[in-house]
């Protein structure tokens, strides 16, 4: 089956997420749980596209040294592998679960070092797995030696294949992928992603609309803003949707993001109006929320859950 999507992770990451009881900063904790699992943005993407049925590629840089995790989730949910395998091990990210804070801590490690011929092999890669139509999802961090407009360039290789680029990145790589000739056509950033591109505080649904105003004024298509438990804002031409969740019991909030750009494509894919785009990529994110993992419930939830999102019409003149 041709993949409908690809998702390129330039520095992907295994995950152990570690559940405690509660953290306490300078003491001894005894685990409840350790689990370890092929992670990093664009998998996230990949993984939860998978379980909604969504034939689903991926690419991008792993360690050749501890890839079997990669290898266990690709085929278990018959996702396409075109991953780019380089000498030494993939980053390792800790998890620390906090059950009676029902937070998550994020311990970061550092990944691979690659080169320029790195990237043109995942260049080589997307050129083989996009074509007219495909959705191709950029996400996630640099590696270390990989230029800052790398995303920029894959953008730019997007547009020249017929591809639509969904970015979800922040920092320089995002300031270069902006500042770019040819823009992806969707982004997903946080508030706080959002603010550190615009240079200000955006602490207002207006002053949020305003900085998505200059995005869509600068050629990307469609502004999705994750705003944790208040949900998120959607932009798309003149049409502006504030989407809000159902309540829902909070498993791990590590990958909802990813969740909600998961259900952003399964959206795209199928041609949505903003409305329904909302719903499904709201429904997403909370119906993660319950899952460990990168993984969704049964669809009948999810489509619960969309069916649940409170949505408001919003212009351009709406206040907090």
Not at 180 to 207: C, D, Q
Not at 215 to 222: D, M, N, P, Y
């Amino acid at each position: 089956m041709t993949a409908q999507v690809l998702t390129i992770s330039l520095n992907p990451a295994l995950d152990q997420t570690i559940t405690l009881d509660r953290l306490r900063l300078g003491e001894v904790h005894r685990a409840k749980a350790s689990r370890i699992e092929a992670a990093g943005k664009g998998v996230n993407v990949a993984s939860c596209l998978a379980d909604w049925g969504v034939a689903t590629a991926v690419t991008g840089l792993i360690g050749a040294g501890n890839s079997e995790a990669f290898d266990r989730l690709f085929a278990a949910k018959r996702i396409t592998d075109a991953f780019v395998r380089r000498p030494g091990d993939t980053r390792t990210n800790v998890k620390l679960l906090d059950l009676e804070a029902a937070d998550t801590t994020d311990i970061n490690l550092p990944g691979l070092t690659v080169d320029a011929a790195a990237l043109d092999e995942v260049r080589a890669q997307l050129a083989a797995q996009c074509s007219a139509g495909t959705v191709v999802v950029l996400a996630g961090s640099l590696p270390s030696g990989v230029p800052d407009d790398s995303y920029a360039r894959l953008v730019a290789d997007v547009a020249r294949l017929g591809g639509r680029a969904v970015l979800d990145t922040s920092g320089m790589p995002l300031a270069a992928a902006l500042a770019a000739t040819v823009l992806p056509y969707a982004i997903k950033p946080n508030r706080h992603e959002l603010e550190a591109w615009a240079g200000r505080a955006l602490s207002t649904t207006n002053e949020l609309m305003a900085a998505a105003h200059e995005l869509q004024a600068r050629g990307v298509a469609l502004v999705a803003i994750s705003l944790g438990a208040d949900g998120a804002l959607f932009l798309r031409g003149d049409e502006i949707v504030r989407a809000r969740p159902l309540p829902v019991a909070v498993g791990s909030t590590v990958g909802a993001g990813d969740a909600m750009v998961a259900g952003l494509v399964a959206a795209l894919i199928s041609d949505a109006a903003l409305d329904d785009l909302a719903r499904l990529a709201t429904a997403f994110a909370a119906a993660k929320l319950g899952c460990i993992g990168a993984n969704l419930p049964a669809r009948e939830r999810v489509l619960a859950l969309a069916a649940g999102a409170r949505l408001d019409k919003l212009s351009k003149g709406a206040r907090a």
